[in-house]
């Protein structure tokens, strides 16, 4: 009796940091924008609005949304030329930008890319567990230069958030 006890009494200890961290969070991202700037003023407006896609529950369960973000000034140490690097399959680059991911104590970041036309756009995610790179598919790009409808954009910032999970 007394074994079993202190076996069931060490399984709790050897399980405690699994169940410290299992449960809902949010996440903490710096998002990257190399178009004129329509995706940052899109990712602010999203952010203002406070929307979120359904897709965030029910993709995502123990992933709440987005914390914190910086948009403006992300950490110093994070180089936006490996992001770049990475979302075009660099895995060199990916595993630097992890680490400094890593460092910044960031779930993650997002990289908001214009293709070679102009008029499309997609949303890259990199998370710090992994160089998994995923992203979500393309957004035609207002010609208006108003912010992306935020369902569209929560619902591919979602998509893209699958490396961060």
């Given at each position: 009796m007394t074994s079993t006890v202190r076996k069931s009494f060490l399984a709790l200890l050897l399980c405690a940091p699994m169940l410290a961290s299992a449960g809902s969070k949010t996440l903490s991202v710096a998002f990257f924008d190399y178009s004129n700037g329509i995706g940052k003023t899109s990712f602010k407006a999203l952010r203002a609005s406070g929307y979120e896609h359904q897709c965030w529950q029910e993709s995502f369960g123990e992933i709440e949304g987005i914390d914190t973000a910086y948009i403006?000034?992300?950490?110093?140490?994070?180089?936006?030329?490996?992001?770049l690097r990475a979302v075009r399959g660099d895995a060199a680059?990916?595993?630097?930008?992890?680490?400094?991911?890593?460092n910044a104590r960031l779930s993650g970041a997002y990289a908001f890319v214009p293709d070679p036309s102009g008029s499309f756009a997609t949303i890259y995610g990199l998370g710090y567990q992994s160089i998994a790179v995923t992203s979500s598919a393309s957004v035609r790009l207002p010609e208006d230069g108003k912010p992306i409808a935020n369902t569209t954009f929560s619902k591919r910032l979602c998509e893209a958030s699958k490396a961060m999970d």
């Open positions: 403006e000034k992300p950490p110093a140490n994070l180089q936006r030329d490996l992001l680059a990916a595993e630097q930008f992890r680490l400094q991911l890593n």
